[in-house]
C-alpha cells in the first residue's frame, strides 16, 4: 500500500459524496470536476436522457397491459366460479 508512485494523488483526491447501499460514504475519487464517482454518476454522459424518457410506461406496467391483465383475471374467476358450480 505504499507504492511510490500513484499513492499520494490518490490520496488527497476529493472522495465520492454519495452513499453506499450499506449507508456509509463511498470511498472512490469523486470524477474531476464533479462531486461523485464514475459509478455514482460523475462519468461524462451519465444521467438522465434529454426529454422526458424517463416518464414513458411501456411493457409490464403499461395502461394497456394493466387493462389487460384485469381482463384475464376477471375471466379466470368466472371461469373458476363456473367450475366450482358444476
Same mark, same amino acid.
Given at each position: 500500500?505504499?507504492? %511510490?508512485?500513484?499513492? /499520494?494523488?490518490? #490520496?488527497?483526491?476529493?472522495?465520492? !459524496? &454519495? *452513499?453506499?447501499?450499506?449507508?456509509?460514504?463511498?470511498?472512490? %475519487?469523486?470524477?474531476? /470536476?464533479?462531486? #461523485?464517482?464514475?459509478?455514482?454518476? !460523475? &462519468? *461524462?454522459?451519465?444521467?438522465?436522457?434529454?426529454?422526458?424518457?424517463?416518464?414513458?410506461?411501456?411493457?409490464?406496467?403499461?395502461?394497456?397491459?394493466? !387493462?389487460?391483465?384485469?381482463?384475464?383475471?376477471?375471466?379466470?374467476?368466472?371461469?373458476?366460479?363456473?367450475?366450482?358450480?358444476?
Amino acid at each position: 500500500m505504499t507504492h %511510490p508512485r500513484n499513492t /499520494g494523488p490518490m #490520496r488527497a483526491a476529493q472522495r465520492c !459524496g &454519495a *452513499k453506499t447501499r450499506s449507508g456509509q460514504p463511498c470511498r472512490a %475519487p469523486a470524477a474531476n /470536476g464533479k462531486g #461523485r464517482c464514475r459509478m455514482h454518476g !460523475g &462519468a *461524462k454522459g451519465s444521467g438522465a436522457p434529454l426529454g422526458n424518457q424517463n416518464a414513458l410506461k411501456h411493457g409490464l406496467y403499461s395502461r394497456e397491459h394493466l !387493462g389487460w391483465r384485469r381482463e384475464m383475471n376477471a375471466l379466470l374467476r368466472e371461469i373458476n366460479d363456473t367450475l366450482d358450480e358444476l
